[in-house]
């Protein structure tokens, strides 16, 4: 009997383009990263198989987000808010181990990495301002302040799968947690995507 196709190789380059959903672990009033509870991207990644089951590799992506940003108080006093989106994105390095299914398409992946991730933690303030005579704030519309974005580092582990279209291209799809600066940032993000081999 003729041996059976192996699908990945000892050694090979991986380029994958893949879209992807992130979700908050929090409320969006209680996360401080993104300050929503959900966005919409997408990324690509390059790896390296130096062995049949391990790869190290750099991956960037980008997410539309948008948040509810406080304004400051209108001339009747009352709070104002407005939409925000903005571009909360990352570069991070990975590394890979991957267990190619002997003589199947399939290859069930594990992975983790850390970077920086940029675009988001914004703060808006707002600071009363009393009449010389009383201690009752003057409404007569007060706008807040707004800083910028802020970068932060972050890990990430999780796990998927590709499957093998031909030996050269594959679809993968994956799952992964990601913590930044402690519980309040932490969010997960699934992808799925093309695979390119070489």
Same mark, same amino acid.
């Given at each position: 009997?003729?041996?059976?196709?192996?699908?990945?190789?000892?050694?090979?380059?991986?380029?994958?383009?893949?879209?992807?959903?992130?979700?908050?672990?929090?409320?969006?009033?209680?996360?401080?990263?993104?300050?929503?509870?959900?966005?919409?991207?997408?990324?690509?990644?390059?790896?390296?198989?130096?062995?049949?089951?391990?790869?190290?590799?750099?991956?960037?992506?980008?997410?539309?987000? =948008?948040?509810?940003?406080?304004? $400051? *108080?209108?001339?009747? %006093?009352?709070?104002?808010?407005?939409?925000?989106?903005?571009? #909360? /994105?990352a570069v991070k390095g990975t590394l890979t181990l991957r267990y190619p299914i002997?003589?199947?398409?399939?290859?069930?992946?594990?992975?983790?990495?850390?970077?920086?991730?940029?675009?988001?933690?914004?703060?808006?303030?707002?600071?009363?301002?009393?009449?010389?005579?009383?201690t009752k704030a003057v409404s007569v519309g007060f706008p807040a302040t707004h =800083?910028?974005?802020?970068?932060? $580092? *972050?890990?990430?582990? %999780?796990?998927?799968?590709?499957?093998?279209?031909?030996?050269? #291209? /594959?679809?993968?799809?994956?799952?992964?947690?990601?913590?930044?600066?402690?519980?309040?940032?932490?969010?997960?993000?699934?992808?799925?995507?093309?695979?390119?081999?070489?």
């Open positions: 009997m003729p041996p059976c196709p192996e699908w990945y190789r000892d050694t090979e380059w991986n380029v994958s383009l893949w879209g992807t959903y992130i979700f908050t672990a929090n409320n969006w009033r209680d996360d401080r990263y993104f300050e929503s509870d959900h966005a919409w991207g997408g990324g690509v990644d390059v790896k390296y198989f130096f062995h049949r089951y391990f790869g190290v590799g750099l991956e960037g992506w980008a997410t539309e987000s =948008t948040r509810q940003r406080f304004d $400051g *108080f209108d001339f009747n %006093g009352q709070p104002a808010f407005s939409e925000d989106s903005r571009v #909360i /994105g002997h003589c199947s398409r399939f290859s069930p992946y594990l992975y983790g990495g850390g970077g920086a991730l940029f675009g988001g933690e914004e703060h808006d303030s707002f600071t009363n301002l009393f009449s010389s005579s009383t =800083t910028g974005s802020t970068t932060r $580092g *972050f890990g990430q582990v %999780g796990a998927g799968l590709e499957i093998r279209l031909t030996p050269h #291209i /594959g679809w993968m799809s994956d799952f992964s947690w990601n913590v930044v600066n402690g519980p309040d940032n932490n969010f997960g993000m699934a992808r799925s995507g093309i695979t390119f081999a070489f």
